[in-house]
T-cell receptor, first 112, second 114 residues
Framework: EPEVTQTPSHQVTQMGQEVILRCVPI?????FYWYRQILGQKVEFLVS????????KSEIFDDQFSVERPDGSNFTLKIRSTKLEDSAMYFC??????????FGNGTRLTVT | QKEVEQNSGPLSVPEGAIASLNCTYS??????FFWYRQYSGKSPELIMS????GDKEDGRFTAQLNKASQYVSLLIRDSQPSDSATYLC??????????????FGTGTKLQVIP
């Protein structure tokens, strides 16, 4: 069964550094998403991406965040200057028209 | 205003019993609903999707949707210890676009006691 792949599984970075989280969505899906989950809290929407542009973003997704689909397979989330409060699990998801979202295994980001 | 609400639990049931998980939503225009299971430290895993009023069964799982009362439920029959996890209810607003985000509740932790 096709799956969403995320790398790395765990990323440790120092405050103020830039990180790039990578995702390979399911190949025939058109819609891509990033969610995050702070330890013990709910899964929160960050951004959705369709047709090579952001279709919706939450208030969490401020100027320090950006997304890109640099080629036909990868989908990335960049955090420009990480803060301690960015420590969380980041999940990539993809979907087809009106279908459920399929999630990757996540990247645990630890900012020290 | 919370969009999807769940009782955080924990909900404890004995092995073999029926577990009943409930969820309410505030957006009357929501069209699609999903139940995900999340083990500790893992990603959400889709269990069921439901789009119309009534019941939908898949193996030991039954999802129920009542749009008039704005609630969604998940029944797990013959609960097993391996069902112990957090169950996330999620909704998608009115279908103005196939890319519409899915909004999650806080999740209900289920414990199945052997």
């Amino acid at each position: 069964e096709p799956e969403v792949t995320q790398t790395p599984s765990h990323q440790v970075t120092q405050m103020g550094q830039e990180v790039i989280l990578r995702c390979v969505p399911i190949s025939n899906h058109l819609y891509f998403y990033w969610y995050r989950q702070i330890l013990g809290q709910k899964v929160e929407f960050l951004v959705s991406f369709y047709n090579n542009e952001i279709s919706e973003k939450s208030e969490i997704f401020d100027d320090q965040f950006s997304v890109e689909r640099p080629d036909g397979s990868n989908f990335t989330l960049k955090i420009r200057s990480t803060k301690l409060e960015d420590s969380a699990m980041y999940f990539c998801a993809s979907g087809a028209d009106y279908s459920p979202l399929h999630f990757g295994n996540g990247t645990r980001l630890t900012v020290t | 205003q919370k969009e999807v609400e769940q009782n955080s639990g924990p909900l404890s049931v004995p092995e073999g019993a029926i577990a009943s998980l409930n969820c309410t939503y505030s957006d009357r225009g929501s069209q699609s609903f999903f139940w995900y299971r999340q083990y500790s430290g893992k990603s959400p895993e889709l269990i069921m999707s439901i789009y119309s009023n009534g019941d939908k069964e898949d193996g030991r799982f039954t999802a129920q949707l009542n749009k008039a009362s704005q609630y969604v439920s998940l029944l797990i029959r013959d609960s097993q210890p391996s069902d112990s996890a957090t169950y996330l209810c999620a909704g998608r607003p009115r279908n103005s676009g196939g890319y519409q985000k899915v909004t999650f509740g806080t999740g209900t932790k289920l414990q199945v006691i052997p």
